[in-house]
């Protein structure tokens, strides 16, 4: 039997739905239980002609300049599960599961491509053409877990947001559709979901899918239908109703509420699964205002907090939240890989296991604790409101230090 794909949710709401103006993007990454995922910035580089990028599994050709990025990954791996870059775009993964097994051969992975989406799009369209342009040059395939003992594929989903639009791609092998949204709330999980609605897709998707007998040319053509496993990919969603609820009132605080939701599925935390890591993206549409993308770089949103992360020059980098570096030593580098699990734990993952288990033993002090984060937590969003507020241009050296702040200031109140 094939390993269900994590149950990873990722939402994004336009107007009329969210408010005033505000794109709002939000992703929970359901990953193995004790995946550490850490919070890393790469500033903007220009790269010699010829020179080569090594992704988690494979090496390929470097584009001559890449965009500032911040990503939130499982430290083992070279792409990510979600992030954004410097002219606001989003682009988070899905694991997915269809008919075609994916391949083991290692190739580029579902978050590499999130990573090279950033990198190299300054808008989501560019994003697409990118991630899309690499899955045919290279595919997509390895193992999608640090596990040596079994490999564990998937095919995978997409969804990249900027500030004026967002689109769902969705991929089997080197095929792909994709669906561009641009008003209302669309939630993505570990399942397709386009169906008739296509506004690109590759050239000989069609043809391949009547080649393979999943579609005979007279219906409509519909792509959950060709290429799902089973009639699951419609019973998607249990979030977006939270959100519709919201009645055009979509902000940081109601996305981050949903991705907190353990009743209805989208906090996962269950015998293999937990949400590992979340983020919330706030974008304008109006683009004389800053973007503001909040990180918990930690398990479990319920238990954690959003700090925001503003992209400004000389942004200060944050170590407290990366995982330490294996170099070449890494048994994720070696072959054979993961023979051997170093720790991957950075000094907030740390701090959160002991106020965990506070929590579990420690009633009254774990409530008060959590009051305290969620106090701080607010004080960071309504800080960054104000910021959405003012009409003067916002002065970098404000920012500069906003997100290594506030995990400093997470941090002591944990000490």
Known sequence: RMAAAPPSYCFVAFPPCSRDGLVV???????????VQEVVYFAAAEHDPGSKVECTYIEIEQVPKTHAVVLSRPSWLWGAEMGANEHGVCVANEAVLTREPASESEALLGMDLVRLGLERGATAKEALDVIVALLEEHGQGGNYYEDGSSCHTFQSAFLI????????????GKYWAAEKITEGV???????????????????????VKSQGWWNGDSDFNFSEAFSLADDHLACCSGRESLEKQGGDVSAQAMIDVLRDKDSGVCVDSESFLTTASIV??????????????FTGTPDPSRSIFKPFIFVDDVKLVPKVQSPSFGNDDPAKKIPRFQEKPDRRHELYKAHEWARSLLENDQDKGQKLMRIMLDLEKQGLEAMEDILSRTEILDPAEVVDLFYDCVDTELKFFK
């Open 186 to 208: 669309k939630c993505i999980c570990n399942q397709l979901s386009l169906t008739t609605k296509i506004d690109a897709e590759h050239p000989e998707l069609r043809n391949y």
């Open 281 to 294: 993206s706030v974008l304008p549409q109006d683009p004389s205002f800053p973007c503001i993308h909040y």
């Open 161 to 172: 947001v900027d500030r004026n639009e967002a689109w769902i791609l969705e991929t089997s």
């Open 25 to 35: 993007f939000g992703k929970n990454s359901a990953r193995p239980r004790d995946e």
